[in-house]
């Protein structure tokens, strides 16, 4: 096919309309973002629920503010993030020998940022930057359970059957409470986790998990849940400015 005129589209303009804006004025509101781009709100509406739906945009307080999904565009990631866990990746692989991960929340997904893989034949190796559900992997529950309650109640009712939500809900509501998630075999059945947040003022901004084979791991899931504790604590008193 021959190269041809670049044209507006219409959709692609209002999007993009909108990211700028809000990285403009640093937060936008609805009616706001309306006014700006001279469109209905209603169809702007649209366009700001499935920003915030795939992690480009978040809503505070009814504020739509730019999402940690766009982090994702960049090569580098999150490099503050990235840097500040490393070495406590490292760490807890060498204490276990099982693979270390940090994942973000990119709307409605997990998202793995870096890994540091266990020394044995037979490992986790999950892949990066592809997104992943929320619910059931340990890194997931750990941001589900950070959720606004109306958000977290629609998830689970697009993911789970109308039965399994109360046992979800009741598990999400221990996550928040203790501090962690666990996935035994609820993913793969050979596959076990645990998972701490990182938490900077009362929010997760990423969350560190272990994982391994589930029939080496299963019964060293409570002292891995442990060392989280401190690893998570370090790593929030690495990022800058945000100790």
């Known amino acids: 096919m021959s190269e041809s005129a670049a044209r507006e589209h219409r959709t692609v303009s209002r999007v993009t309309g909108i990211l700028e804006s809000v990285a403009r004025e640093g937060g936008a509101r609805m009616h706001e973002l309306?006014?700006?781009?001279?469109?209905?709100?209603?169809?702007?509406?649209?366009?700001?629920?499935?920003?915030?739906?795939?992690?480009?945009?978040?809503?505070?307080?009814?504020?739509?503010?730019?999402?940690?999904?766009?982090?994702?565009?960049?090569?580098?990631?999150?490099?503050?993030i990235v840097a500040a866990t490393r070495p406590s990746l490292e760490d807890l692989r060498a204490k276990f020998d099982e693979t270390a991960t940090l994942s973000i929340g990119v709307g409605d997904a997990l998202i793995y940022l870096d890994t540091?893989?266990?020394?044995?034949?037979?490992?986790?190796?999950?892949?990066?930057?592809?997104?992943?559900?929320?619910?059931?992997?340990?890194?997931?529950?750990?941001?589900?359970?950070y959720l606004p309650e109306r958000r977290r109640e629609a998830y689970l009712a697009s993911v789970l059957p109308e039965d399994r939500i109360p046992a979800a809900r009741a598990?999400?509501?221990?996550?928040?409470?203790?501090?962690?998630?666990?996935?035994?075999?609820?993913?793969?059945?050979?596959?076990?986790?645990?998972?701490?947040?990182?938490?900077?003022?009362?929010?997760?901004?990423?969350?560190?998990?272990?994982?391994?084979?589930?029939?080496?791991?299963?019964?060293?899931?409570?002292?891995?849940a442990e060392s989280l504790i401190d690893a998570t604590t370090a790593i929030a008193g690495r990022l800058p400015g945000r100790g």
């Open 34 to 80: 309306a006014a700006t781009l001279d469109a209905p709100k209603s169809s702007v509406f649209g366009l700001v629920k499935g920003l915030v739906s795939t992690g480009y945009l978040i809503e505070d307080g009814g504020v739509y503010r730019l999402g940690p999904a766009l982090a994702n565009l960049s090569p580098a990631g999150r490099p503050d």
């Open 116 to 145: 540091v893989e266990s020394g044995q034949l037979i490992r986790y190796s999950p892949p990066l930057r592809v997104r992943r559900p929320l619910y059931p992997p340990s890194a997931g529950k750990v941001l589900l359970a």
């Open 171 to 224: 598990e999400l509501d221990l996550v928040r409470t203790d501090g962690v998630a666990f996935n035994r075999g609820e993913t793969l059945p050979d596959v076990s986790a645990a998972a701490r947040p990182v938490l900077i003022n009362g929010g997760p901004v990423a969350v560190i998990a272990v994982a391994g084979p589930t029939s080496r791991i299963l019964d060293r899931l409570p002292a891995i």
